[in-house]
């Protein structure tokens, strides 16, 4: 079987590529499997520039080609926050339960019309010996005033996904995957990923 490496320790984005990836045929492999992976810096001032820092470097790491994930929680009236910094918004431990609760209080106030949203996600394509190939998808939501849901990860269950009126976390994963920023993202990096793995064998 086909295999693809992702290069996340999130176990939620594991997840959801694991789904994804299975519809055309390929296993998915993660950091997760990996135990001695190292944990990549951050560095990048956007979602691309990150998701190209873990591409590449775990990419020359293995000496084959990898895909990475740079995503997060964008809320217009925090001035885009969380943004790059969704993962440890509310601190280096990385608490989803903590992050969540952090955007809710600092929107305690604001009205829902103003509570206006989007998902992000920048995937990059990274092999020693190729040009790094990015792409992105986003979803549009609504931020609750209280979590809706149990399914998903992170921010899910207080993003109102504006055209189904549900949030992410009452989706099932199915669902999620055929509207989520990640599943956008992945479905514009599909044709290239072809082309790419063409020029591997070259
Ligand atoms: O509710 C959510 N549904 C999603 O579908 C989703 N996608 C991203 N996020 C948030 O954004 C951070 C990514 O940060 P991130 O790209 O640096 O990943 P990470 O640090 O968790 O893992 P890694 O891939 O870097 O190893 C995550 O932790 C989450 O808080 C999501 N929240
Ligand atoms: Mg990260």
């Known amino acids: ?51 190209v820092i873990k591409a590449e470097t775990i990419s020359s790491q293995a ?65 020693p010996n190729q040009e790094t190939i990015t792409v992105s998808g986003s979803v549009e939501g609504i931020i609750l005033d209280e979590p809706r849901g149990e399914n998903g990860f992170g921010y899910d269950s207080v993003f109102l996904v504006k055209d189904l009126g549900k949030s992410m976390a009452e989706l099932t994963s199915d669902e999620k995957n055929q509207i989520s920023h990640r599943a956008q993202a992945l479905k514009k990096l599909e044709s290239l990923l072809d082309t790419f793995l063409e020029r591997e064998k070259l």
């Open 1 to 51: 079987m086909k295999t693809v490496l992702i290069a996340t320790k999130n176990k939620g984005k594991a997840r959801e590529f694991e789904s994804l990836f299975a519809l055309k045929g390929y296993k998915v492999l993660t950091l997760l499997d990996v135990p001695e992976a190292p944990d990549v810096e951050e560095t990048g001032s956007s979602f691309e520039e990150n998701a």
């Open 63 to 127: 000496g084959h080609f990898v895909i990475a994930d740079d995503s997060g929680l964008i809320v217009d009236a925090l001035d885009g926050r969380p943004g790059i910094y969704s993962a440890r918004y509310a601190g280096e431990e990385k608490s989803d339960k903590a992050n969540l609760e952090k955007v809710l209080a600092e929107l305690k106030d604001v009205p829902e019309a103003k509570r206006t949203a989007r998902f992000y996600c920048s995937l990059a394509l990274a092999s």
